[in-house]
């Protein structure tokens, strides 16, 4: 396998090549969303400026004024026309060229993304989504086991009436990030679910234990020998001894290895023959914004760190060893 060090060569000899051509389409597209602001912010100080001070002629300046705050609107459409284009060079001169070098066989669809009925089939939320989306689906084959991985946004809504009676609508994310599933050829009968433990941290392992007890999911509660295991994650199943025979002890530290190096929440869970992973973000690393210069190692190396970080869950789960049986 490649190492990390070949993957910055291939930062230098492959990718900044096409990240200076990117850059120069990035500093072109803000100065087309900036400049005609800035025209704007002009036009309605000279606006103030002429009726203070030119009474009798205040109306040539207004009516250059005027006509200033409608070119950000001009200009948007064309604006967004061309941030589009920029997002999808950048996904298929940077995205898809450090896919191609961490594996030629990896599949890449900027549009796609995990189903919704697998979401759902994860068990790990016990809301349903009422709004849901995502892109950059990642997909492929090592060895006996697919897996797939893309960033998603699920959301639920609230609905409540204000003072003036007016209905209003409130959106609220049940997850963010990139959600991960693979197969297994072992079935098996149950589910476990896997959550960070945010309860323990905030009250205490007494009131915690009451809490996670009571929970709405109507699972058992699955109490693990490992105590950093127990404080990072609260386990829920259908069968105690299949969810302690699926959560070993070597599965337990991969799990807390998992955790320490994506340094964000993760939610595992064991259902419908496979693995699902959630790995909790807010940034979307997949979209190259207009604001920053994309001239920047670091990100590209970030970037590159997390798929890896993705696609080896196979490899460093052995789950191509059928280690249930």
Known sequence: MRSFKDFQVFINTDLIPMLNALEQERLFIKKMYLVPRFIAGIGAMLFIIAIHFFREQWWLLAMAALTSPFLPHYFSQETENKLEEFRSRYKELIIKPILDFISPDLKYNPEGRILLKHFVS????TRYPERYYGEDLIHGKIENTYFAFSEVHAEYKTEYYDTHLKKLT???????????????????????IILPDNTE?????????????????????IKLENPDFEKEFVVYGDDQLESRYILGPEIVERILEFRREARAPVYFSFAENSIFVGLSKKKNYFEPGYHH???????????????????????DFNLNARIWK
């Not at 994860?122 to 939320?125: A, D, G, I, T």
């Not at 915690?208 to 509660?221: A, E, G, N, P, V």
């Not at 670091?298 to 490899?315: C, G, R, W």
Request: aromatic share 12%; glycine share 4%; hydrophobic share 45%.
């Open 293 to 315: 210069s994309l001239i920047n190692i670091d990100s590209i190396n970030e970037l590159y760190s997390l798929i890896k970080l993705i696609i080896d869950i196979v490899d």
């Open 201 to 221: 941290r905030l009250l205490g392992p007494l009131i915690s234990d009451t809490i996670q007890t009571s929970s709405k999911r109507q699972k058992q509660l």
């Open 122 to 125: 994860s068990s790990l939320f």
């Open 170 to 192: 409130l959106w609220h994310t049940i997850f963010k990030g990139l959600f991960f599933i693979a197969n297994f050829n072992k079935s098996f009968e149950g589910k476990t």
